[in-house]
């Protein structure tokens, strides 16, 4: 099992950034997304990332605005956000994935096993 604690959410103007950061424990050897669930609305996939960060993937609605990577020394993953809309702001999930093999499975919450407890992050108009 992988203990994921994420950090770095908080409240920011339209337009500005902000940087989300997840902290892995115990074998970290697997692909990492990150999701968002907005209060009233179902959990959304928003990036993940390959172990090897040889690919990454985002949803349509923060491509080219949002960029994931990771540190496998520091058993790290990040979520680099600008540009930041209302329409973003959620509570921030961090999940770890074993299975994830397709470039389809990386996009399903179904395949993902391990959650960090969520960071909120606000955005004002």
């Known amino acids: 099992q992988v203990q994921l604690v994420e950090s770095g959410g908080g409240l920011v103007q339209a337009g500005g950034s902000l940087s989300l950061s997840c902290a892995a424990s115990g074998r970290t050897q697997y692909a990492m997304g990150w999701f968002r669930q907005a209060r009233g609305k179902e959990r959304e996939f928003v990036a993940a990332i390959s172990w090897s960060a040889s690919n990454s993937y985002y949803a349509d609605s923060v491509k080219g605005r949002f960029t994931i990577s990771r540190d496998n020394t520091r058993n790290t993953v990040y979520l680099q956000m600008n540009s930041l809309k209302p329409e973003d702001t959620a509570v921030y999930y961090c999940?770890?994935?074993?299975?994830?093999?397709?470039?389809?499975?990386?996009?399903?919450?179904?395949?993902?096993?391990?959650w960090g407890q969520g960071t909120q992050v606000t955005v004002s108009s």
């Open positions: 999940a770890a994935s074993k299975t994830a093999y397709y470039h389809s499975d990386y996009y399903s919450d179904s395949q993902y096993d391990d």
